[in-house]
């Protein structure tokens, strides 16, 4: 996969902490989902899974601990080729969505689903940081990477990812939960980053490298709780 690090300086302070990069703006998704879905037309593969296929794993394996009831509502933000949301739905979740602000991924996602024969996944063109009506009352958020695209962001990065934390307020129910796996920010920085309205409940664990003597881990995967 593709890593999305870019670090420019320490998190916190208000600061920029990564460098902007094109991986951070839509005509990059729009291009490269384009040439996913001329892929996947040609030889039915549906591109790469972000963070690989143990990230979904973990997900779900989360969600069956805590006996999440399968009806619950889920929301897969920036969904891609919507690859999560077929496996969710194979494992038995019936209340899917999926947006993205590419709509090449959305045309994409559905031709998967299509070709899964799987019905019960909502796909909408949606700009998470500007979340239409139709987007509210979610039981389960789920992010692999968007938030690490939105911090990278030329346009103001900062500002942005505060207006994803009151998006975030504004479509995930109270109390309900949100998963997020990145390959940019620490546990430590995750939490200041989502410090309000927001609770850590748990760190998934993540494979581990070891250089300098020194461990650590090259994604992070946090699970908030919204507060009341």
């Avoid at 979610?138 to 900062?158: E, H, M, R, W, Y």
């Avoid at 998934?204 to 709780?225: D, E, H, M, W, Y």
Wanted: charged share 25%; proline share 4%; glycine share 10%.
């Amino acid at each position: 996969m593709v890593a999305l690090r870019f670090r420019a300086g320490m998190a916190g302070g208000g600061e920029e902490p990564f460098a902007p990069s094109a991986l951070g703006t839509r005509p990059h998704w729009d291009a490269a989902y384009e040439r996913e879905l001329q892929a996947f037309q040609e030889t039915g593969d549906a591109g790469e899974i972000w963070f690989g296929e143990e990230s979904m794993v973990r997900i779900i394996r989360w969600l069956e601990k805590q006996k999440v009831p399968l009806d619950s509502s889920v929301l897969d933000i920036g969904t891609g080729n919507g690859v999560l949301l077929i496996e969710l739905a194979k494992n038995g979740f019936t209340n899917l969505t999926g947006i993205d602000y590419s709509a090449s991924a959305i045309q994409l996602s559905e031709k998967v689903r299509e070709k899964e024969g799987v019905s019960n996944i909502k796909l909408l063109v949606e700009d998470f940081l500007a979340p239409s009506a139709e987007l509210l009352g979610f039981q389960i958020c789920i992010d692999k990477g968007t938030f690490d695209a939105v911090s990278l962001n030329p346009d103001n990065a900062v500002g942005k990812r505060k207006q994803y934390v009151r998006s975030l307020c504004t479509v995930l129910k109270p109390e309900g939960f949100f998963l997020i796996t990145s390959c940019n920010w620490t546990k430590e920085e995750l939490l200041n980053e989502f410090r309000e309205g927001f609770e850590i409940v748990e760190e998934l664990p993540t494979p581990k490298f070891c250089f300098g003597g020194r461990i650590g881990n090259s994604v992070t995967a946090l699970v908030f709780q919204r507060k009341k």
